[in-house]
């Protein structure tokens, strides 16, 4: 699609050019030579992603939706993203960068969630130029090369936001992160209008993290322990002790960081344990995503074999829903 749009475009400049020397060249070639100028620039931010209302428009229904009815088992943080994503993009004039750090075991939707934002507010989604991913065990491996990675990351988040003030930051595994390397971005998500005449407010940056985990799963089980329902768990039954345990967690990235000491995140996001019923809900979407027809039978006998927690009780999915896909492929 994009090479036949390449071929159209020079098509038209040479069909352009003929029309300009069809008439006198002095009179003409420089309002004409504007023209088609003006038809290029639009041509191309037709073609390739740049920086505008085209390719960049925040869907506050669309990610709703998507919440509600992708997301399973996460009610708390469904309503944290959706309020805070939806402030945020709808704030004309926001004093810093969204700073979300969602936590929560493996295969709860962390990621997933991270996918819902972008695809809501860029057009190409993940695949967006201005949707940068980095994995603590990928691009920061070294202990040794940790002051090297700083500079590379502040000189990394710089350029791209002056290249697109609207630019979103992944960092995924924060748990496996050495300590410190994270402070270094501590200046681009304060509170200031400009940092050497670039402004980072309009910036979205989002951690990814196990750590906290265990402090999410005890509230999680002492209240079914109490025989209380799940859907009653709020974000202030979680959040106070999440960002504590997280702060004091010597095996995070984000272990004493300045970032939670000065108040920069903005939330911390608590994924549930997810339990045999939202399995099956997982595993019924998944079917659906595959082009298959949904069978109860087949998730059901799928969910069963897998591992669940504590050993005794068995409620919560020690992989969650990270594994489905695959198993699936087995039964099916």
């Not at 036949?4 to 038209?12: D, N």
Request: hydrophobic content about 40%; glycine content about 6%; overall charge neutral.
């Amino acid at each position: 699609m994009r090479a036949t749009y390449k071929t159209l475009f020079v098509f038209y400049v040479l069909i352009s050019n003929v029309f300009v020397n069809a008439f006198e060249p002095i009179s003409t070639t420089f309002l004409v030579g504007l023209g088609v100028a003006a038809v290029g620039r639009k041509f191309y931010n037709y073609v390739y992603e740049s920086c505008d209302s085209k390719w960049i428009y925040f869907n506050s229904t669309g990610l709703e939706v998507a919440l509600d009815q992708k997301l399973f088992g996460q009610h708390v943080a469904s309503r944290v993203i959706q309020k805070a994503v939806t402030g945020f993009m709808n704030n004309k004039n926001p004093k810093k960068p969204l700073v979300l750090s969602l936590h929560g075991w493996t295969g709860t939707g962390k990621n997933f969630v991270s996918q819902l934002i972008a695809e809501n507010i860029y057009k190409e989604g993940m695949a967006s130029s201005f949707v940068h991913q980095f994995v603590s065990t990928a691009h920061f491996l070294h202990l040794s090369q940790i002051e090297n990675y700083k500079s590379q990351l502040q000189q990394w988040i710089k350029g791209n936001v002056t290249n697109c003030p609207r630019s979103m930051f992944i960092f995924d595994e924060m748990d496996k992160m050495h300590p410190g390397l994270i402070d270094c971005i501590k200046p681009y998500l304060d509170y200031y209008e400009h940092l050497d005449g670039v402004s980072y407010r309009q910036s979205i940056f989002i951690f990814l993290s196990n750590a906290g985990g265990e402090h999410i799963t005890q509230v999680a089980l002492d209240f079914w322990k109490a025989g209380r329902d799940r859907e009653e768990m709020k974000l202030l039954d979680l959040e106070p002790a999440l960002s504590l345990s997280v702060f004091n967690n010597k095996q995070s990235g984000l272990w004493h960081t300045s970032l939670i000491d000065k108040n920069l995140v903005d939330f911390f996001v608590p994924f549930l344990p997810l339990e045999y019923r939202h399995v099956l809900l997982c595993g019924m979407a998944e079917m659906s995503a595959k082009g298959l027809k949904p069978d109860r039978d087949v998730v059901d006998q799928m969910a069963r074999e897998l591992v669940y927690f504590p050993k005794s009780e068995r409620i919560f999915s020690s992989k969650g829903c990270k594994t489905i896909g695959g198993k699936l492929d087995y039964y099916t």
